[in-house]
């Protein structure tokens, strides 16, 4: 039996797999919308015209599912996580 994750971030997380597209066209997406709240992200999404932006909508639909299941928690008072330092 395997022991506790050490290397995990507390919170929640969504994970997309199998999606053919390059990180660097994903990161410029995701740079537009880390540490900023759920509802102002999905404005920035709306309104931005890259491919990516669709996929990560349907992710970040999926990462505020997920925090209301686990953590019973009401949607709009979620939050993304921090911006990485």
Excluded: F, Q, W
């Amino acid at each position: 039996m395997t022991g506790p994750k050490l290397n995990e971030r507390p919170g929640t997380r969504a994970t997309l797999r199998g999606y053919h597209m390059s990180a660097s066209k994903a990161r410029v997406v995701l740079n537009l919308i880390r540490g900023e709240d759920i509802t102002t992200a999905r404005e920035i999404l709306a309104g931005t015209t890259r491919e990516a932006a669709d996929v990560i909508g349907k992710v970040l639909a999926s990462a505020v599912a997920n925090a209301v299941t686990t953590t019973r928690c009401r949607p709009t008072s979620s939050s993304s996580p921090p911006p990485r330092r």
